[in-house]
């Protein structure tokens, strides 16, 4: 079977977090993504740990090669004219450009939309950047972490006595590269029922706000912040984490209703709490709520966390584990689904690695190969994509531009 985006060429500029996402998606969807990236600026996701065995290298990042399976690596020194000339023959031979510069970068470089649509008339082309092309901060550098509180999101996370808080992850990042991915397919049906290409100018600020849709309409419709609740939501209770024997080990507990909580009482050994007029309906769960988390957490911390989630789901109630990474990566449902990925890489060798999370009856997709080394394939792009000779390839690695 064919793979959905099979025949189809991405020349891959990103770096990071965010663009590399975005491409990692085209990638499992069978695209030939062409990471274009360079020693003398190496991208920073290469120089994070954790580090394949703890001994760093450029090729030895779990960050980076979690996030660049499936694509090829060619590295180009753009700040020489005549690496700018080299992209630009990719880009010929390519349907997709994908970049997160800040604003106006690729430009600088040559390598804008205008500039690139006249070498590829159908090219479709993405930029990532923190704030898109237009208005008075488009110039800005951004990073995900700067996006959770300037998308608001850190308005809405942490508990009602506390100060906005970061939500743990840089969600602006896979965020932005998800939105970023589905912006693509749906410029690459518009080409093929028109034959037309165009460039897609995302915000990575504006998909953060995106997700947080219950709180700008609450905002919106009311005209008051809505509050931060910790892990409280207004239609269930108890709702939230509980803390479990041993270290760091919790246990989420959600009841939708009072026959779920009558179910969830017994569970605990105290079937009177069903009917305990404090708990007994939601609004009164809801006003003892301080009371009622109480209980639980006195429950839950004398058990294990699986105890007590295994015990709560033979009784129907809605509970789980608070994974960590060990957890997941030896869970039997994930090993069982073949979610997980383990492919030899020519530096590192086999490493447990996140696969694909989709599962497509018509066009099954699977991870191809593991992230590359830096340069791996450069010769090869070259010669098989461009068309170059190897005497020019030589030429050009002499010359520094290769690097």
Not at 176 to 187: I, T
Not at 234 to 247: D, I, K, L
Not at 343 to 368: D, F, Y
């Amino acid at each position: 079977m064919t793979l959905p985006l099979e025949n189809i060429r991405v020349a891959d500029f990103t770096w990071v977090w965010a663009g590399p996402f975005c491409t990692l998606q085209l990638a499992h969807l069978g695209a030939e993504v062409i990471r274009v990236e360079s020693a003398k600026r190496t991208c920073v996701t290469r120089l994070l740990p954790p580090f394949a065995d703890n001994q760093p290298g450029v090729n030895r990042s779990g960050y980076f090669n979690q996030y660049n399976q499936g694509k090829l690596s060619l590295t180009l020194d753009l700040k020489q004219s005549e690496a700018v000339a080299v992209a630009r023959d990719l880009v010929a031979q390519c349907d997709v450009v994908c970049e997160n510069f800040a604003a106006g970068v690729m430009e600088r470089m040559g390598l804008g939309y205008e500039a690139l649509r006249r070498l590829r008339p159908d090219l479709v082309m993405i930029s990532l950047s923190g704030y898109g092309a237009t208005g008075p901060e488009h110039e800005f550098v951004s990073y995900g972490p700067a996006q959770v509180p300037l998308s608001g999101m850190s308005s809405l996370t942490g508990y009602s006595d506390w100060p906005p808080m970061h939500v743990g992850i840089s969600y602006g990042d896979p965020t932005g590269g998800l939105h970023g991915a589905v912006a693509v397919l749906a410029a690459l049906l518009h080409r093929a029922n028109t034959g037309e290409g165009q460039h897609i100018d995302l915000s990575q600020q504006e998909t953060s706000i995106a997700v947080l849709g219950e709180g700008v309409l609450e905002q919106s419709i009311t005209g008051q912040q809505p509050p931060r609740a910790g892990n409280r939501v207004p239609g269930m209770a108890p709702h939230g984490v509980f803390r479990c024997t041993g270290e760091q080990r919790w246990v989420a507990i959600a009841v939708r209703d009072d026959d779920e909580w009558q179910r969830c009482a017994a569970a605990m050994g105290s079937p009177a709490l069903g009917s305990d007029p404090r708990f007994a309906t939601l609004a009164a769960r809801k006003a003892n709520e301080d009371a009622l988390e109480a209980l639980l957490r006195a429950w839950t911390e004398s058990q294990t966390a699986e105890d007590v989630a295994a015990l709560l789901q033979r009784a129907a109630v809605p509970a789980s584990v608070s994974m960590h990474s060990q957890d997941l990566a030896e869970d039997p449902h994930l090993r069982q689904s073949g979610f997980f990925v383990e492919l030899p890489h020519p530096e590192v060798g086999t490493k447990l690695h996140l696969g694909i999370p989709w599962r497509m009856s018509g066009t099954p997709c699977a991870v191809r190969r593991p992230a590359p080394c830096l340069g791996e394939h450069s010769d090869d792009v070259l010669q098989r994509v461009v068309g170059y000779t190897p005497e020019r390839i030589a030429e050009l690695r002499a010359r520094g531009v290769l690097v």
